[in-house]
């Protein structure tokens, strides 16, 4: 099993920062891509940044300029560093890994508990 544990998230004031971390561990052969998603009250879970295991990275253009992923592969960490805080960042944020449980198995998605973020205008 996999389990990704989150941490970092808060109560901030708008123009704020924050940085969230998740950690992997468990039992796998590699971990893919990880990233963040987001979900707000009564709206759906949408990715918020993801970058692979070559290092390549995607953001929703909602966050682009404000907010930076990062991975540490040997650690099996990503964090992610969110500036310049707005009151619509506030949501539930989830960790996500696409792992390799075995040489020769599939890919599956795994998620952490979520960290809440909100911002206070």
């Known amino acids: 099993q996999v389990q990704l544990v989150e941490s970092g998230g808060g109560l901030v004031q708008a123009g704020g920062s924050l940085r969230l971390s998740c950690a992997a561990s468990?039992?796998?052969?590699?971990?893919?891509?990880m990233g963040w998603y987001r979900q707000a009250p009564e709206k759906q879970r949408e990715l918020v940044a993801t970058?692979?295991?070559?290092?390549?990275?995607n953001y929703a253009d909602s966050v682009k300029g404000r907010f930076t992923i990062s991975r540490d592969s040997a650690k099996n960490t990503v964090n992610l560093q969110m500036n310049s805080l707005k009151p619509e960042d506030t949501a539930v944020y989830y960790c996500?890994?696409?792992?390799?449980?075995?040489?020769?198995?599939?890919?599956?998605?795994?998620w952490g508990q979520g960290t809440q973020v909100t911002v206070s205008s």
């Open positions: 996500n890994a696409l792992v390799r449980t075995t040489f020769r198995g599939y890919e599956y998605d795994y």
């Open positions: 970058i692979t295991s070559g290092g390549t990275l």
């Open positions: 468990g039992s796998f052969f590699s971990i893919n891509a």
